[in-house]
């Protein structure tokens, strides 16, 4: 999926399509307590929109964090989320299902050693082929996917591909572990992925 062009100074509400999974959008630092409660307003929302009359209640949900630092909220029928920042933007991802999400500001380097480091061979030579962008195509599906497991980056960047056939991958995985792959482009020097059970539609708000 992918919302082209989006700016992230327009006010109101910015709807991409219809779906089950929501990404909630924050321009400026958000740190700390902050954070927290930005992720209780987006899960808020996110309840609200499905019709929970009771979606106050997510004020009160206590947030932990897994063995490998995933947070999560511990309330029984609590929604999943994933966040993720990069300079001033924000994003958290809202759904009923096991969610990971990454942004990252596309940065001018020479990223090529550094892919041929700790990428595969498929995917340290995409990088080669696409530059930085490439790289941060890369790296946000594995930032994605290993929160989305729930591990982070610790099984290694080397040991999952997410490039095939000379392309990022829009899954991983096969049968109950599948996963997929949903593109947001905010334009040239922002790339964001989220990485869901079912190949889903996403929609975008402004938080």
């Not at 929302?45 to 964090?65: A, C, N, P, Q, T």
């Not at 890369?138 to 610790?154: D, I, M, N, P, S």
């Amino acid at each position: 999926m992918t919302i082209a062009g989006a700016s992230m100074r327009c006010s109101g509400i910015l709807v991409f399509s219809e779906g089950n999974m929501k990404i909630y959008i924050n321009e400026g630092i958000v740190i700390g307590h902050d954070r927290d409660e930005f992720v209780k307003r987006a899960a808020a929302s996110f309840l609200y929109e499905k019709g929970d009359g009771d979606y106050e209640r997510v004020y009160d949900f206590e947030i932990k964090r897994g063995a490998h630092g995933k947070p999560y909220f511990d309330a029984e029928g609590a929604p999943h989320f994933s966040v993720s920042d990069s300079g001033p933007l924000w994003v958290c991802a809202v759904s009923d299902q096991e969610v990971g999400i990454d942004i990252e500001e596309v940065k001018a380097k020479d990223y090529t050693d550094l892919a041929k480091r700790f990428f595969t061979e498929e995917e340290a030579e995409f990088v080669r082929l696409w530059g930085k962008d490439g790289f941060f195509l890369v790296w946000t599906r594995k930032e994605a996917y290993g929160k989305f497991k729930g591990t982070g980056l610790q099984e290694g960047l080397g040991n999952f591909c997410v490039v095939k056939n000379n392309a990022v991958a829009y899954w991983i995985g096969e049968g109950d572990d599948k996963a997929f792959f949903v593109d947001m482009d905010f334009g040239s020097d922002i790339i964001c992925v989220a990485c869901t059970a079912e190949p889903e539609a996403a929609e975008v708000r402004l938080l």
